[in-house]
């Protein structure tokens, strides 16, 4: 079983920048990746971006390329989401998710582990 807490969502103006964290703790030492999802008011839960625990490359959604990058600190077992260029679209509850393997899927189906969610808004 794994657990996620995410923390460091908030308010920020257009054109700002926020970083989540995602702290993973229970779980094996096996293979896992880890992802970000979001949800806006009244949208589905949408893809943010998925890499290896262990590291190596990321996937990103289209929306989100170029302006949020996804790493992580394996010796604390973190993962990070750092948001720059942030739009109004962007506003949305942003979960942690993972799941044991080595696919970065983006379907959110695919997680079997969730966090509790940040919120995250911007504004114009």
């Known amino acids: 079983q794994v657990q996620l807490v995410e923390s460091g969502g908030g308010l920020v103006q257009a054109g700002g920048s926020l970083r989540l964290s995602c702290a993973a703790s229970g779980g094996t030492d096996s293979t896992y990746i880890m992802g970000w999802f979001r949800q806006a008011p009244g949208k589905e839960r949408e893809f943010v971006a998925a890499?290896?625990?262990?590291?190596?490359?990321?996937n990103y959604a289209d929306s989100v390329k170029g302006r949020f990058t996804i790493s992580r600190d394996s010796a604390k077992n973190t993962v990070y989401l750092q948001m720059n260029d942030l739009k109004p679209e962007d506003t949305a509850v942003y979960y942690c998710?993972?799941?044991?393997?080595?696919?970065?899927?983006?379907?959110?189906?695919?997680?079997?582990?969730w966090g509790q969610g940040t919120q995250v808004t911007v504004s114009s």
């Open positions: 998710a993972a799941r044991y393997g080595n696919i970065k899927y983006s379907q959110e189906k695919r997680y079997d582990y």
């Open positions: 890499i290896l625990r262990s590291g190596g490359g990321a």
